[in-house]
């Protein structure tokens, strides 16, 4: 077999159903979908007779020849040897990879179908030139699937290549269409690697014009989708809190200047707080569950809230229409599963929802946010959270969690809130305690930060916060008001109170915000036994020297850190005092002025410890090239 370079970009695989081939011939629609721009074709028939799918895969080989992409044959080695395909793709139960391999040469594309993190790794291992990852979503085109894997399964398994030393590359396969294909892209995509395509059936075989289908997912597939456009472009986001509460006035005073258009796809028991509450922070609320009308109302550039709280079957087609409009024209929308956990209806209907389209932001309490998350054996009693045995950090790590997975704004709610993007992660502890005591208090703040990100949609995580800290502030001032005796009166005070912060802001008095209390999580420190706050100089503190007792010592402990002549000189000379060996890695530390690293390493090395470098410490470790990391 020949070598030749590939673009898995917009991978055809073919299906002779004639549901999908309605009386055309195969070979004209492949034709037909290469000159719209397919980049590789798979000729994949299950049934066929021996001599029929050499005859057929013989013709589809003088097409992609004739454009130069490769042909590409399912399960059949076989086939492909007699026709000269360029490779073939294998299931996991069909022959062995190396076998393929040696049958076909080091020159032969060999896929390999994946729908975990195992299977992945095993075919990169084993030379697998791509792997198909799938079931994305549920398709009629193959129904009997091993398992619906999502975006969320598709980001694990890419975050699993990317760490490999073999390179692989990787297309997704199962329901992927022109409504779908940007988001598959952006939401898949792991830190470091991103799918190098997307495989699509029906979208381009059943397509009455596989010409014009192609061509329309090859330009989807080159542009990033309309929901993440401003993020993309004008991405610069704020860093660390100081800076981002500055930003908060000009949204807050944006919302009145822009009165953005607040769609609200509510439950009945809190329509009416939320049309006021939406007015009073000088947004245009409009309450319309009717999926009919959302196309229209998607065009006016305001945003979208669909919460659960009152789900039927037929309100939850309507979400997906809205959904689906609102993400094609880039309006922001708010996901708020009200309830997620409590039934097995409302688990079906999130998970539904997050395969139909993408959510810029997902708004619940802990328990929500789990079941949203997937977690096993939850169940929530009603809609309300509950108690929570977590601590503030693991409650942080649940949002950042859900954020980085959908690639998008946790807010998750409760006596402390926490809001995350994935990279940066805030704790809120505003708030007042007649919130908790009022019906729809949690929707509306769904409405509120809605009406924020409608009109600051380059920083989602900005807008929420904005949202949060308006919402929340205005809800202490209300509660300390000589007039508010309890919940009843607590609700016109906290409306007048949001009207009346958007007005001050309006008018360039940002005190309100002094009361606000925001705390940054540091949360990268994924896996540390102890994170512990130190105002000395040195790391020696007693949060950090229970973990190395001399008696169950002593310990061989690297340093690393800033600044080189001051936290990590002391840190190593206590280290030393109670008797531990210390590595200090002259490549992992630093200081502001670099003439100091040289001298405070001198210095440590004369002290008696070992200064060296990381990978001379880490191979080290290792000792032995057998080793697997
Ligand atoms: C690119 C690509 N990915 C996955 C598949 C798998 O489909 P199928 O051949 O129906 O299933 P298995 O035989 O692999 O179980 C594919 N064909 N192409
Ligand atoms: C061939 C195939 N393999 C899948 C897998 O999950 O491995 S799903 C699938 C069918 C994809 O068809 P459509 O693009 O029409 O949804």
């Known amino acids: ?61 003088a097409v992609t020849k004739q454009y130069n992409i490769p042909l590409i044959v399912n399960d059949r080695i076989d086939v492909a040897l007699a026709v000269g395909a360029e490779g073939v793709h294998l299931g996991q139960d069909d022959i062995d990879l190396q076998i393929a391999r040696k049958l076909l040469g080091d020159n032969a594309i060999i896929g390999v179908s994946v729908s975990s993190v195992d299977e992945a790794v095993r075919a990169a291992k084993g030379g697998a030139n791509y792997v198909g990852i799938g079931t994305l979503f549920a398709t009629s085109t193959k129904v009997d699937t091993k398992s619906v894997i999502g975006t969320a399964g598709v980001k694990k398994v890419l975050g699993a290549l990317s760490a490999m030393d073999e390179k692989v590359s990787a297309v997704a396969i199962g329901g992927v269409n022109l409504s779908n294909v940007q988001r598959v892209i952006y939401q898949s995509k792991a830190s470091f690697k991103a799918l190098d395509g997307i495989a699509v059936v029906s979208a381009i075989i059943a397509a009455p014009d596989p010409t014009k289908a192609a061509k329309e997912l090859k330009g989807l597939t080159r542009q990033p989708p309309a929901f993440a456009v401003a993020n993309v472009q004008n991405g610069r986001k704020v860093k660390g809190y100081q800076a981002l509460i500055q930003s908060v006035p000009a949204v807050v005073k944006m919302l009145g200047q822009a009165r953005p258009l607040c769609h609200n796809m509510t439950n009945l028991v809190v329509q009416n707080f939320a049309a006021n509450v939406s007015l009073a922070i000088g947004a245009s609320p409009i309450m319309s569950s009717n999926g009919g009308e959302a196309a229209d109302l998607a065009r006016l550039k305001g945003s979208l809230v669909i919460n659960m709280g009152t789900v039927t079957p037929d309100g939850l087609e ?63 009693n009603g809609v309300d959270s509950g108690g929570s045995a977590l601590t503030d950090n693991d409650r942080a790590r649940l949002a950042k969690k859900l954020a980085s997975r959908e690639r998008n704004v946790v807010l998750m709610t409760g006596p402390t809130d926490f809001l995350s993007d994935g990279e940066r992660t805030f704790a809120v502890n505003n708030g007042h305690e007649y919130l908790g005591k009022i019906t729809g208090s949690g929707c509306t703040l769904g409405t509120t930060v ?68 925001i705390n940054e999580m540091e949360l990268s420190l994924e896996g ?37 002549h001051i936290c990590v000189t002391q840190t190593t000379i206590d280290l030393l005092a109670n008797g531990h060996k210390v590595y200090v890695l002259a490549d992992g530390v630093s200081s502001c002025n670099p003439q100091e690293v040289p001298i405070a390493l001198d210095r440590l090395r004369k002290e008696g410890a070992v200064v060296t470098t990381s990978e001379s410490f880490l191979f080290e470790c290792m000792g032995d090239a057998g080793i697997g990391e």
């Not at 002779?16 to 000159?35: F, P």
């Open 450 to 517: 809605a009406s924020c990100l409608a009109i600051q949609r380059e920083d989602k995580l900005l807008a929420a916060l904005s949202g949060v800290l308006l919402f929340e502030i205005a809800a202490e001032h209300a509660g300390l008001r000589e007039d508010v005796k309890g919940p009843g009166t607590f609700v016109p005070a906290f409306i007048d109170e949001l009207y009346h912060i958007t007005k001050q802001t309006a008018a360039g008095n940002n005190g309100w915000l002094a009361a606000s209390k």
């Open 528 to 564: 540390a036994v102890e994170c512990a706050d130190k105002s000395a100089f040195s790391m020696w503190v007693p949060e950090i020297q229970k973990h190395f007792k001399l008696e169950d010592g002593p310990y061989e402990i690297a340093v690393v850190g800033i600044e080189s």
């Open 318 to 380: 309507a979400y997906i229409v809205a959904l689906r409009a609102y993400n094609m024209h880039g309006g922001p929308v708010i996901l708020d599963p009200v309830g997620a956990g409590a039934t097995r209806t409302r688990r079906d209907a999130v998970n539904r929802l997050l395969s139909e389209g993408y959510f810029d932001m997902i708004k619940g309490n802990e328990q929500e946010i789990k079941s949203v998350l997937g977690e096993e054996n939850l169940q929530q």
């Open 1 to 61: 077999m020949r070598k030749m370079s590939v673009d898995y970009s917009l991978y055809l695989v073919t299906d002779s159903a004639e549901t999908l081939l309605r009386g055309r011939d195969l070979v004209e629609v492949v034709k037909a979908a290469v000159k719209g721009g397919v980049t590789i074709v798979q000729f994949r028939d299950k049934t066929g007779e021996t001599g029929e799918l050499v005859r057929v895969a013989k013709a589809l080989h």
